[in-house]
């Protein structure tokens, strides 16, 4: 991941400065989402760039130690080992970015990546997810438990009730506390946008976020009825932009929630890309939060190898 992020004093004044310009946001997103895909080795190439920034994720309440297992073996062969050959990328040692599981499985994924002889990060969703609606104390200490777990990424939600009461100085105090919780894990910041009401408040939630002391921001938990758009997209990576500008920090986003498509995943490498540039496309500031996605790009892969699509038992770990 990239150095981290120490935040700074909360500056409300910046806050309280923030207006978006919701016609243009719109526009800027439908500009994207009309981009021409790209085609043949070089799509083949930018899928590959994309399964290194997966977040392989499962956070089901059917969760077993044996799911927790197969997806930290599909984290690390995510596709098929004579696809990679076939394209002469056996040894570029690609891997998904992260796997992350709930608090309660961390030891599970550790011990499995451990037995792999991998070192792939284990993330960990904590403080209440998705609803971040318990208690302040034990939405610390779970954060504290996954990171004694093993845990070397944090997934934390934010309280949204602060947020849309405009209690940006008790957000700030309550992610510094996560912060300090993490210890030496990175920390990424979940806004839940689709709760937030406004572009306005996702602008200013991420801008909180970041002076918190935030490594990464990150759409939504994947549970909410809007998750991962890129009008929200791009008033959050211009808020990393302008945060970047002023303090020279750079912090990484997450897009999360209904990404499952290969055709999304180039178009959000696209945006990001365009936004914030080519330095920002890599695991270290760019993640994608999925489940399903590498399903799809292997099968693109598998397409552009063999000429044909997949079949189902063609992909059994898919």
């Not at 190898?305 to 063609?314: I, K, L, P, Q, S």
């Amino acid at each position: 991941m990239s150095a981290r992020n120490p935040g700074m004093e909360l500056d409300l004044a910046w806050v309280s400065r923030v207006r978006v310009n919701q016609p243009a946001v719109l526009r800027r997103a439908q500009q994207v989402q009309t981009r021409r895909a790209v085609k043949k080795e070089w799509q083949a190439a930018w899928l590959l760039k994309a399964v290194t920034c997966i977040d392989l994720t499962t956070l089901s309440g059917d969760d077993t130690p044996s799911n927790v297992r197969r997806l930290c073996f599909k984290a690390k062969h995510p596709i098929r080992d004579d696809l990679m050959e076939s394209m002469g990328m056996q040894d570029k040692g690609i891997t998904s970015a992260a796997v992350c599981v709930y608090p309660s499985r961390v030891c599970d994924a550790v011990k499995a990546l451990k037995a792999a002889k991998c070192n792939i990060p284990v993330a960990s969703v904590a403080t209440g997810f998705p609803a971040g609606q318990t208690l302040l104390k034990t939405r610390l200490e779970e954060v504290r438990l996954a990171v004694e777990d093993g845990a070397s990424e944090i997934d934390i939600v934010i309280n949204r009730t602060l947020a849309l009461t405009a209690q940006w100085e008790a957000l700030y105090d309550e992610i510094r506390q996560f912060r300090e919780a993490c210890g030496e894990a990175h920390m990424k910041t979940i806004l839940a946008v689709g709760e937030l009401g406004s572009f306005s408040n996702i602008y200013k939630a991420s801008l909180v976020a970041m002076m918190a002391g935030s490594d990464f921001i990150k759409t939504s938990t994947g549970k909410e009825g809007v998750n991962a758009t890129f009008p929200v997209a791009i008033v959050m990576v211009r808020a990393i932009r302008e945060y970047f500008w002023k303090t020279g920090v750079k912090v990484g986003f997450k897009p999360a929630g209904g990404i499952s498509s290969a055709k999304d995943s180039l178009l959000w490498l696209s945006l990001i890309k365009e936004e914030l540039g080519e330095e920002w496309l890599s695991p270290a500031l760019f993640r994608l939060g999925a489940s399903s996605l590498l399903s799809d790009i292997e099968r693109q892969i598998f397409h552009y190898v063999t000429g044909r699509y997949a079949a189902y038992h063609d992909l059994p770990m898919a």
